[in-house]
């Protein structure tokens, strides 16, 4: 399976909001990481077939075995291609008189989804009723006990995870989330993330986020957007690689900052029983700082690209 955006392009009138994108992904988890308007959501309104592609505006193909042996292009695939993909939205509107159950039967017939036949490993026929997919997905996303309440009087993070429950119906072979993890408590966003990193082996998943702590354990690759264009991608451990030699921290005072902060890229400022502890990302490290090997992360390949 494969899903292949080629020289994708949008323009919002004289905005650029992607130019020219080319990746092909294939299952597993791909973290979109990108500061607001970086075109995120662009990207996957136009995989999704939610936005119209410009004239000339590149690309989408896709290609599995119950397709065939080519890689079609999604707006020539459409229902059956939609059939295929989970999508969360970055925003969505609830009727405040839904319950969860009720949203996510009424979107199980949107979707066209039916009772499941599927065999065991030894064998037996197993039969998933509509319903008792809505269950347990309900109780994936732990929200089991207000499966009859209306949606109308729910927190952001509830509504939050309803979403992710819908995206997940059918259990598709796509599954786009759009900054799945907004409104979410600590607790409930570890819980998604494992969920999700547990569903990735098979699916492709894109998880579109600003924040690195979503995806940097979950993530097989990670794809840095900027101003409409992809600026780095791999794995976690490539783009900390390309880090080598670039990270250091010094210790500072208060009055110091400013200096630090017009001449390099600077990352949090932390208090330590030292003292104030800056650190610095940029590819020319000042001689006073003491070079940083061991704990080179995510959240530095973040700061040496986006601030
Ligand atoms: N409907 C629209 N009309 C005009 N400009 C738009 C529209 N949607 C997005 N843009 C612009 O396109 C660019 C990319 O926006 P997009 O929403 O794709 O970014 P994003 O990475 O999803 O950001 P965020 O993190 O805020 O969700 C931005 O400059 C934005 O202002
Ligand atoms: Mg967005």
Do not use: W
């Not at 607001?36 to 896709?62: C, E, F, P, Q, V």
């Not at 939050?160 to 059918?170: H, I, K, M, N, P």
């Amino acid at each position: 399976m494969e899903l292949r955006i080629n020289e994708l392009k949008k323009s919002y009138g004289k905005v650029e909001a992607l130019k020219g994108i080319t990746y092909t992904f294939k299952p597993g988890v791909y973290g979109l990481l990108g500061a607001n308007g970086a075109g995120k959501s662009t990207m996957i309104n136009l995989i999704t077939d939610n936005l119209k592609r410009d004239k000339n505006g590149g690309t989408i193909s896709y290609l599995d075995e119950t397709i065939g042996n080519e890689a079609i292009d999604i707006l020539k695939l459409g229902a059956k291609f939609r059939a295929k993909i989970g999508f969360m939205p970055q925003q969505q509107g609830f009727y405040e008189d839904f319950t969860p159950k009720s949203f996510l039967k009424y979107m199980a017939s949107v979707k066209g989804i039916k009772n499941q036949k599927a065999y065991d490993k030894d064998g037996r026929l197993i039969k998933r009723s509509v319903d008792k997919q809505i269950d347990e997905l309900l109780q994936i996303v732990n929200l089991e006990k207000v499966a009859y309440k209306r949606i109308g009087g729910f927190s952001g993070g509830m509504k939050q995870r309803v979403l992710l429950a819908q995206a997940l119906l059918g259990d598709p072979q796509i599954l786009i989330l759009d900054e799945p993890t907004t409104g979410l408590d600590p607790k409930e966003r570890i819980n998604i993330r494992n969920y999700i990193a547990k569903l990735g082996k098979e699916k492709i998943i894109l998880f579109a986020t600003h924040v690195v702590s979503d995806i940097e354990c979950i993530a097989d690759k990670v794809l840095l957007l900027k101003n409409g264009e992809i600026i780095a991608d791999g794995t976690p451990r490539d783009l900390i690689e390309l880090m080598d030699g670039k990270v250091g921290e010094i210790q500072i005072n208060l009055d110091e900052l400013d200096d630090y902060q017009r001449r390099y890229k600077i990352g949090n400022v932390r208090q330590r029983k030292e003292g104030l502890v800056l650190r610095i990302v940029d590819d020319n490290l000042p001689d006073e700082v003491k070079r940083v090997d061991n704990n080179i992360d995510l959240e530095d390949v973040y700061l040496y690209y986006f601030e």
